[in-house]
Nanobody, 116 residues
């Protein structure tokens, strides 16, 4: 059973930064593309960013492009999301999962709250 554990969220003022981490228990972590997703209150979960298994290809939603950076360390089985210039509309629970997402792999997520 694959477990994904997100961490690094918190409360930050608009314009601030946070770095999220997602640690995987999957021994085949390096074989798969990974993604970050988020769910704001009252809204469906949405794609934020993804990274290929090798780390060479990265994709971002239009809403975070230029502000967020995804990266991974396959030796540590961890994927990161560096979030800069945060906005109140970035407030959400952030999750990681494979890309495409596997329904049974969702973790608890990490809460990000951006105050104006």
């Amino acid at each position: 059973q694959v477990q994904l554990v997100e961490s690094g969220g918190g409360l930050v003022q608009a314009g601030g930064s946070l770095r999220l981490s997602c640690a995987a228990s999957d021994i085949t972590f390096s074989d798969y593309d990974m993604g970050w997703y988020r769910q704001a209150p009252g809204r469906e979960r949405e794609f934020v960013a993804s990274i290929s298994w090798s780390g060479t290809a990265k994709y971002y939603s239009d809403s975070v492009k230029g502000r967020f950076t995804i990266s991974r360390d396959n030796a540590k089985k961890t994927v990161y999301l560096q979030m800069n210039n945060l906005k109140p509309e970035d407030t959400a629970i952030y999750y990681c999962n494979r890309r495409p997402a596997v329904p049974g792999y969702w973790g608890q997520g990490t809460q990000v709250t951006v105050s104006s």
